[in-house]
């Protein structure tokens, strides 16, 4: 599985993005995380494989959207209302579609495939 991250980039504060994530070789539960400037990678969002459910962190809830394309392969992360602690590198994962990953989407652990990560930058 190979997957390819993009759409990051330098916004200002309130200003949005959207992100893509591009996966081959199927169709998996899906993960957004980021790793700030000063910060330890943390879980951002994630999606089932089948769209039927969605996860947020408390923070980018109602300001983040995941949704997915599955005829097309892509994963996406629309980023509206950006604040400058959003900066980070964007990284997506795949995960393969076992039943327990609805209980730890929000751990690293929970996904076998990342991809290279895309930068966004927030300025205020």
């Known amino acids: 599985v190979q997957l390819q991250a993009f759409g990051g980039g330098l916004v200002q504060a309130g200003g949005s993005l959207r992100l893509s994530c591009a996966a081959s070789?199927?169709?998996?539960?899906m993960g957004w995380f980021r790793q700030g400037p000063v910060n330890e990678r943390e879980f951002v969002g994630a999606?089932?494989?089948?769209?039927?459910?969605?996860y947020y962190r408390p923070s980018v809830k109602g300001r983040f959207t995941i949704s997915r394309d599955n005829a097309k392969n892509i994963v996406y992360l629309q980023m509206d209302d950006l604040r400058s602690e959003d900066t980070a590198v964007y990284y997506c994962?795949?995960?393969?579609?076992?039943?327990?990953?609805?209980?730890?989407?929000?751990?690293?652990?929970?996904?076998?495939?990342w991809g290279q990560g895309t930068k966004v930058t927030v300025s205020s």
């Open positions: 999606i089932s494989w089948s769209a039927d459910r969605t």
């Open positions: 070789g199927g169709a998996y539960h």
């Open positions: 994962a795949a995960a393969l579609r076992r039943s327990d990953w609805r209980g730890y989407y929000y751990v690293g652990s929970a996904y076998d495939y």
